[in-house]
């Protein structure tokens, strides 16, 4: 009987479609995308900066109260949706270095192509496709 199970459900996920990765869209406020299709997530990468421009603009010179002007702006209502959003941004960072994203704009497909010069991912998946045909 566990055998039977064992091959019927080897059948199954052998014939069971591959799902690849949504394209990702790398970018910064300079390169602004439109269009996006459902699925595709959009990473801007200047994002971080800007947060902390919005958030902190102007602290003090002295190191004490710059520390208790932050800390006053952590203790704001809304301070763990902007520590989300921060959150994000800097990831967004790390994963695009650990991607190998060396400039913007930049689509990844498949979790592993990246494809420069474009945000549009039918073109950025045209360009690989022509690509892939060049190689031997």
């Known amino acids: 009987m566990q055998r039977y199970l064992f091959f019927l459900l080897s ?16 970018t910064t406020s300079r390169y602004p ?9 959009v990473f801007v990468l200047d994002e971080a900066q800007q ?9 003090a010179g002295n190191e ?3 520390e208790q002007q932050a800390r006053q702006r952590m203790q704001q209502p809304d301070w763990k949706t902007t520590e989300a959003r921060l959150t ?34 039918h ?6 496709n022509e690509w892939r045909e060049q190689q031997p």
């Open 11 to 26: 059948i199954l996920f052998s014939a069971a479609p591959i799902a690849l990765a949504q394209p990702t869209i790398y």
């Open 33 to 41: 995308v439109a269009d996006v299709e459902p699925g595709v997530q």
């Open 51 to 59: 947060l902390e421009q919005a958030l902190f603009p102007a602290l």
């Open 64 to 66: 004490q109260q710059a």
């Open 88 to 121: 994000g941004a800097y990831q967004a960072l790390v994963t695009a270095w650990s991607l190998g994203v060396e400039k913007v704009p930049a689509v990844v497909i498949d979790g592993h192509y990246v494809v420069y010069g474009t945000t549009d991912t």
């Open 123 to 128: 073109q950025a998946q045209q360009k690989l």
